[in-house]
């Protein structure tokens, strides 16, 4: 890793086809959003493999969008979007717009730190998985600073997933996730879920038509400024839950 | 994340490592409570990341030596925390340099 290719990758587009698209969903990230990039930008330049980023914007009132565009580097897309459509909308559309082989949504607050990607990328590469998830909830993981009432719900969540989804992935909300570019697409191509359960969705689509998914171990920080409202989250998860059961049962994944 | 405090001269040095973020911003701010000098060099070769809040703190030590008619500079920056002043403008706020013993020499020159 030398700093000549961070400053070649960030002013000199990419000719071929990408081997990585990163996809960064950003909501009032203007805290957060530079030191990810500049995190993510450094370390994967140093892979030696063309790759973009795709920061999918999603309606911020803040300063996200102009502090993402002042960067001006090269092969960053920044999508921006006039009004504020859900988590899941903002990764929808960046990953349907991502050029590369393998498709990387990853979180705006660095939780789980890019060094990380190898792990995943191996999965996909070397191994024929489909879909990569980072996980929390496999032996391996280190969490660090998460309180009490996050670890309770987490743990609930994933019980009910579990054994009344039969999803097989325990982690199902970690922000770390690599598919190959075919199942991204088909996957988010089928998405109906803009809020916080979009990942779950995702996941059970993925099982429903037979994707390899590994769940790979990760670091994940607890990153202060989270913007997730605990109890409405739980609430909304467990209504979701039932829509995604529910949209299964009406066909509406037939042509997924 | 780790914080380990020396002194050379008249430099108070301060060691950091891991992953500086908000998490250890309250440390750094408790520890320039403490400190007697306002010469100050922040060793960051062991830092991986460091986060809005971190550099908030860092540049809040800065300003307060500086005041003193001290400064704090910094040395030894990984690339991604390179990358990471860069963007975030940083690098333009603070005196930085490539090795400890070069940041020391600074203050008696």
Redesign the interface.
Known sequence: ???AD?ATWKTTPISEEPYLSIVIPAYNEE??I??T???I???VT?LGLPWELIIADDGSRDQTVALVES?EMVNLRLLRAERNGGKGSAVRRGVLEARGRYILFDDAD?ST?I?ELPKLLRKLDQEGYDVAVGSRAVGGTEE??KNLLRRTLSGGLRWIVRHFFRIGVRDTQCGFKLFTREAAHRLYAAQTIDGFSFDLEILYLADRIGYKIAEVPVTW?D???SKVDTSREVQRFLRDLVRIKWNDLRGVYAQA | MALTTRTVGNVTVLELTG?F???MAPALLEWYGKLRTAQVVVNLAGV??????A?AALTGGMKRCRQQKGDLKLCALQ??V???F???RMNRAFEIFPSETEAIASFTH
Do not use: C, K, W
Request: glycine share 6%; charged share 15%.
């Open positions: 890793m030398t700093y961070y805290e957060r530079i030191p990039i500049g995190a930008a450094s370390y140093g960067l660095n730190p060094e660090a600073h920080i990153a202060p400024g | 992953r973020d908000a998490h991986n990341f460091i986060d809005s809040s550099l690339q991604p390179q990358v990471i860069e963007l975030t």
